[in-house]
């Protein structure tokens, strides 16, 4: 299938052609005003986009219940964590986030942790990175692209300075966790940017979960971990 989309470069009335079996799912070469094109496109617009300088991606595939539930299991377990620990969140599913003519991320989940961060105002739009922070944490859930979360989305994430990067295996259950500093990362077993929160706890929720335990079993499980003191864990 083609679809024929305005690049709108220079001239208005240019017309590119691609083909999204093409560039789905892998990352290509494309100038800022083609991903442009593509990311505007309104037959496009389940899609998922990122846009690395000059190389592109954009994301086709059907998501299932597992991807669906466990981004819910970490979700629940973020926010939980957050809430008993009286640390400020604000959290966005599926949010573009823009930084013009250089990238553009669209990751499952992104957090906003802690006060005195500009926050981006409620509207439809992408969020400009040139005018709003960065989300604090990034979590990609993937059950069936955890290489590339891994490799070009993970450095995607190092180049821009998010604080903390999750790149989570719904199939194994398995959180690969990173912090962010001057443009490398490093993995860690606890949080940095959620002071307190084992990594394992996150991966432990993620098994109850595949083990057919109900979000309220699992949330309740949570919350009598979470009242634990240190060395009770």
Known sequence: MTITVSAKVNDPKEIVE???EIVSDVWVRASWEEFLALAEEPSLDKAKFYYDQHLMRIEMSPIGPIHAHENSIVSNVIRLFATLANIVIYE?????????NNAEFQPDIAFFLGTGLKIPPRNNAPVDLNEFDLPTLVVEISATTIQDDLSYKRLLYERLGIQEYWAVN??????????????HSGRISASRVL?????SIVEEALKRSQADEDDGAIARWLLQTFAKSPTES
């Open 195 to 199: 002071e307190g929160l084992e990594i």
């Open 92 to 100: 966005y599913t599926n949010c573009s986030f823009r930084k013009k």
């Open 18 to 20: 691609v083909k999204p």
């Open 170 to 183: 719904a199939n194994t259950s398995e959180v690969f966790a990173f912090a962010i500093a001057e443009g």
